[in-house]
């Protein structure tokens, strides 16, 4: 009798052993479940913020997501953006960097590490993953718009503006590539040619204040203060405006000085 005994308390035990381990995984299962319910108000949340502008909140949301996901791309993707937009681009780096040996060889990594670096100052750096860009994605405009910045900020700009051109024939008209393009050529000093192509951004992107805000400031660079004011009038308070113009005189002063000497 003690041996039947010992044989019903040992099953007894065993199935207690399976018990806990069934709870053990529902727990697990039930965790799991709770962050999936999760992650679409929280991705929608991330989505939402980032279109208002508050990019620190968007970064906040999307570091929480990939807690939940690390081996996500799409969301290493969009948390290392919205650092770079809320002006942590040296987080971005960092992020990136840990994450190379991971991600290094996916569509889209290397552009966004050229871009983290560019915004971090690390411009050599930029230019060395925006050509792998390139390479990955051949038929793509952004690292060939990058690129030409990264050549702008070491005053390579005839290499800028090849580059421009490439992306241009990429994605004909498009307004970023246009504005980088008229910043390049005001960087370079051919103010007419800057004016002109931001003329042609704005026959494009005809409600973009940047673009009318630019264009001011290279109308008021040139001399033409009533064309530059008329302008800044469309998205400035008086103030701003009276102070932009102010620059725009003292800046024509000075260059006038120079030119003197």
Known sequence: MKSLSFKRASINLAGMILAVITLVGGCADNAAEHERSLSEPVRLAAIKAEQDGDHATAAGHWQKLRKWHPNNFEILIALA?????????????????????NHGTKSGFALELGKANLASGATDKAIASLKEAVKHSPKNWEPHSALGIAYDTKGNYGAAKSEYKLALSLSPDNPDVLNNMAISAALSGDIETAIKTLKRVASVARHNPQTRQNLALLYGIRGDTDKAEALAKMDLDAESVRNNLAVFLRFRSQKGRKNLN
């Open 81 to 101: 953006k919205n650092l770079r937009y809320a002006g942590s681009a040296a987080l971005e780096v960092r992020l990136l960097e840990s994450e190379k040996e």
